[in-house]
């Protein structure tokens, strides 16, 4: 990689500057990424956790309707 020449010390300046901001836009776009990454953890846990609760109530519905029927004939 090649090294930046630099005629002044208002060049190295706005180069830092540049850089600073530079590095604040990643550290907010890393922010914003772990926040969306940690929704998305939450909302996989929470459809792990509640996957098999919504299983075995449908699987009680299909028993009641079942029953139901069978109790009218």
């Keep these: 990689m090649k090294r930046p020449v630099f005629h002044s010390f208002e060049e190295i300046d ?3 500057q540049i850089l600073a901001l ?15 990454a940690l929704t998305g953890t939450v909302r996989h846990g929470v459809a792990i956790a509640v996957k098999p609760a919504l299983k075995a109530l449908a699987f009680s519905w299909a028993l009641k309707t079942i029953r139901r029927k069978l109790l009218k004939e």
């Design 14 to 16: 706005n180069r830092l």
């Design 22 to 36: 530079e590095r604040e836009i990643c550290l907010e776009t890393i922010k914003s990424d772990l926040a969306l």
